[in-house]
């Protein structure tokens, strides 16, 4: 059985053919999905897909390109659905410096903000990191993100940083970019996180692997990131199966 830790399967790419998606992660060996929703039009229909598929799950939080979107209320909200049986983590939250469609600091106050809400409810939390690498490992610490930890989704940066980042509790997750033949830096950040720490992913409809490079990306393409890490880590896909689902059901509580 894979895990594939982070999609967005209910994003408009997948309006035609939703169910047969599904269904092709279920024939490819796919056991369980972390949907995300990230904002007032996702969250919504994240849920309604975990309701829909008892091996699909839900994480609830905002996105940090939407943090100018975020009110008191919308806050509220998603710490009322923290008690729904089916939300496993609050995400994907964190910082983007890449998209310049909110301003960093309001960005900054919606992160702490959703950190403090996951300490409050004891739930993990989802990190979306683009361009930001010191300032999001030093909010993490500053804001004991370590009390609940996480994962840091479709991780790009650097060993030093994973290394700090591995310090407060996090998981380090990787995604189709890792199988790109010309992604030197990923393939050496795997090759050393501890296997009890490493999850995989697809952030389907988004970053398709190798040969599926540039087109639209599925939850069945994670077996195609497994071989890659299994490769890298000198195991056998089997093994490497079983190591990053046990972690993604400990992570998330799954059972």
Not at 114 to 127: E, F, H, M, N
Not at 239 to 253: G, K, Q, V
Request: one cysteine or more; hydrophobic letters at 40%.
């Amino acid at each position: 059985m894979l895990i594939d830790t982070h999609a967005h399967l209910n994003a408009p790419q997948f309006d035609e053919d939703r169910h047969e998606v599904i269904a092709r992660a279920r024939d490819n060996g796919i056991g369980r999905i972390v949907n995300v929703g990230f904002n007032r039009e996702t969250i919504p229909t994240s849920l309604a897909l975990a309701e829909q598929y008892d091996f699909i799950y839900s994480t609830v939080g905002w996105h940090p390109t939407d943090a100018k979107d975020m009110t008191e209320e919308d806050l509220a909200w998603i710490e009322s659905l923290c008690s729904h049986d089916k939300v496993v983590a609050i995400g994907e939250i964190g910082l983007d410096y890449y998209w310049d469609t909110s301003p960093k600091d309001v960005q900054d106050r919606v992160f702490r903000d959703q950190i403090r809400l996951a300490r409050k409810v004891g739930l993990p939390i989802a990190i979306h990191n683009r361009d930001a690498h010191h300032d999001v490992v030093q909010t993490l610490r500053e804001e004991r993100a370590s009390e609940v930890g996480g994962v840091m989704h479709c991780y790009s940066g650097s060993w030093e940083t994973a290394k700090l980042c591995l310090d407060m509790n996090f998981y380090i997750s990787f995604g189709g970019p890792v199988t790109f033949k010309n992604a030197r830096q990923p393939k050496e950040v795997l090759e050393k996180v501890p296997l009890d720490r490493l999850l995989i992913e697809t952030d389907a409809p988004y970053l398709a692997p190798h040969p599926y490079r540039g087109k639209r990306n599925e939850s069945a393409y994670v077996r195609l990131v497994a071989e890659t890490a299994a490769e890298i880590k000198g195991i056998s896909l089997e093994e490497l199966a079983e190591i990053t689902s046990r972690n993604a059901m400990e992570l998330f509580r799954i059972s």
